[in-house]
Every structure is written in structure tokens, then in C-alpha cells.
């Protein structure tokens, strides 16, 4: 692996993206033991009883926020991986997966943090920017081959 | 990897597959636009006020169209790959992932579209089929080894 | 592949989860049709008529169990296809990914049995174990690189 240097580079920011995603998980867990607002009626049975099996608005937005990871740092890790068998440059590479990881970082941040309109759906939009050049880049490589 | 032509065949339904998604998820937050149904306060003061924090019943659609295409199409990268790597014939390759292809691009087309019943569960058992032959041949040649 | 013994006992453990994943889809679907809860209308209308366009609380909790294995499974077949190159123990790879699979079955058994909390919970962090354990590994060989 780590004589392809853009590989080894992907696998770092994929790495803390799976890592950043275990995190909101966390918080997640976090958020339903202090608002006391829990999914399965075992679980607030656990915890107080039966009226704790509830929605929480603060519950909701984080599972929006992991949600949307899955939507989008879930393909990352399939479109990462093959671009790098196409033997990109080191440079283009780190920056393809630099704004990928920053974009959905600002992403989980404006999410979590609540940040006012629109941060949270530009930092979507830089973070998809990345993806689709992986994508056209993996599709004119292997229909040119 | 363009010496490996099942998985060149492979990585261009994988990245087409990607980029459908990516494609639900735009006309979802088109149709979010349109309806003015918003999942977060912030987006709602933005386009209009608070009460536009509200569920449609078409955003709910396109959301459990991508939530269906995460739960198919992102396994399938997985056993795609790995079956890539069991050296199957081109044409068998190519049969699998074009199977899975057109399922899933039916699938899309039967939600979004509102097309009667079971022409959207047809097609998602359709999409299936490939995906546990693969299952089933990873397991045979990695046990059998 | 199969001269990588990591990778081959890894893909073997990826494949089963991946059917465990679907059949928690085909339950799901079970339970939609015995209990008559449908989530479209065009469903609905096969199976009786709108009115069984409703939610149910065992549907709902098998589509939890479904999300939550989305949320960890799906990085794993990342982390452990990645931790694989590193050329790790077969012992040490086995380990890794008996846990992981494990702590999802049991994960799964308990959520769709409604065992007792926190049965589901302690099998979700067991499993989280070596998911951090092969990211930090990874952050290590790739960073040190």
C-alpha cells in the first residue's frame, strides 16, 4: 500500500472520516442520555421508563448529520480508492481528499453547531466538488481503456 | 487496474451507481425547494419562516429511495470489488453488474416516478439476484482456499 | 486474494455480514406485510387499501437495526480491507474481525428479539473495539510511512 503514495494519503483521510462519523455516533448516545429521549422503549425503560421512549429535536439533527455522512463519506471511500489506481500526482490527489475532508468537517461542524443557513449546504456542495471530478476522472479512464 | 477488464467493467457501474445517487440527492433538495419543507429550522428561516420546518410526503419518497440505495448499492461496491478479484469471466462480470445496474436504475425510476406496485420491488429483487451470487461465490472460493 | 490470508479470511467475514444485512431487509419486509404497515401508498393499495399506509413500531425497530448496521458494517468492509495491506497476524486479522463479527450478530439478535437493555448496547461497543483498534493502525502505518 504505502508505495502509492496517493493511496496512503487516502487511506488517512479516510481513516478520520470514519473516525470523525464514530464521533457524531457518540454524541448522538450522548444527546439521548441528557434530553432522556430514546428510540427502543428498553432503553428508556433503562433509563427512567416508558415515557423517555421519545423524539428529540437535538436527537433528530444528529442522526440527520450521520445520515448524511453515510450519504456522502460512504462513496468517497469507493471513489478514493479507485482513483488512486489511476496513478493521479501526489498534488492532485491530497487536494481532491484535502476539500473532500475539510468540506465535510465544516459540514458535521454547521450541523452540530446549528450555524445559521446556508454554511452547512456550502460545505455539502464543496465537499461533492471533489467527487464528481473523481467520478468523471474513474469514468473517462476506464471507458478510454 | 485497466489490465483487470472485470474490474475496469466494474468501477464504471460502480461510479455510474454513485452518481445516481448523487442525482436523488439533488432532486431531494430540489423538491425540499419546491414543497418548501425544510428538516432544519435554520434552512426554513432562510426560504421563508419557521413553519416551512415541515415533513412532504414527496421528500419522504426521495429520501427512502436513497435510503434503499445505500443499503443495495453500497454492499455491492464491496462484493463487486471482491469479486472482481476471484477472476470471473468478462461476459460473467459484466452480466452480474449490468443486472444490478439496470434493478437498481428501475428501482429509481418506479419510486421517484410513483409507478404501481411491484414494479419498484420487482426491480429491487432483480438487483439482488447478482448481488448474492456474488456473495455466494466470494464464500465458496475463500473457504474452498 | 487468496494468497493473503488477512485479506481472504477479512472477505469472508464481509460477505457474511453483508447477507445478514439482507436479510434483515427481507425481515423487514416480512414484518411489513404481516403487520400491514406500508410505507407507500402504491404498496398500500396492492396490500388492502391506503389506510395500511402507516408506521409500526416493528418495522420501525428492524429499520433501526438496518440504519445501525449501515452506520458500522459499512466502514468496517472500509478499515478492514485497509488494515489487510498492512500485512497484519492471521491471528491478530482473526481476532479483529471474529469480534466485530460477533458483536453485530449479536447486536442484531438483540434489537429485532428486544432483549433487555443493554445487551444491544454492549454488543455495538464490543464491536466498535477493533474498528478503532484497525483505524488507529492505520493512521499509524500510513502517517509513519
Redesign the interface.
Known amino acids: 500500500?504505502?508505495h502509492n503514495r496517493a493511496l496512503?494519503?487516502f487511506?488517512?483521510y479516510?481513516?478520520?472520516l470514519?473516525?470523525k462519523?464514530?464521533v457524531v455516533?457518540i454524541i448522538t448516545g450522548q444527546v439521548r442520555l441528557r434530553k432522556k429521549a430514546f428510540?427502543?422503549p428498553?432503553?428508556a425503560?433503562?433509563h427512567g421508563g416508558l415515557q423517555y421512549q421519545r423524539e428529540d429535536e437535538d436527537v433528530e439533527?444528529c442522526r440527520?448529520a450521520?445520515?448524511n455522512d453515510?450519504?456522502n463519506i460512504?462513496?468517497f471511500?469507493?471513489?478514493g480508492a479507485?482513483y488512486c489506481?489511476?496513478e493521479p500526482s501526489l498534488m492532485a490527489a491530497h487536494a481532491h481528499f484535502l476539500v473532500f475532508f475539510l468540506g465535510r468537517l465544516l459540514h458535521t461542524v454547521a450541523y452540530l453547531g446549528?450555524?445559521?443557513?446556508?454554511i452547512?449546504?456550502v460545505a455539502y456542495s464543496i465537499a461533492?466538488l471533489p467527487?464528481?471530478s473523481m467520478?468523471v476522472q474513474?469514468?473517462v479512464?476506464?471507458?478510454s481503456?
Open positions: 500500500m504505502l496512503s494519503c487511506v488517512v479516510g481513516a478520520l470514519i473516525v462519523m464514530y455516533a428510540a427502543n428498553e432503553d425503560v433503562r439533527r440527520r450521520h445520515r453515510m450519504e460512504l462513496p471511500l469507493f471513489l479507485v489506481m489511476l446549528k450555524l445559521r443557513a446556508p452547512r449546504s461533492q467527487c464528481f467520478a474513474i469514468l479512464a476506464a471507458l481503456s
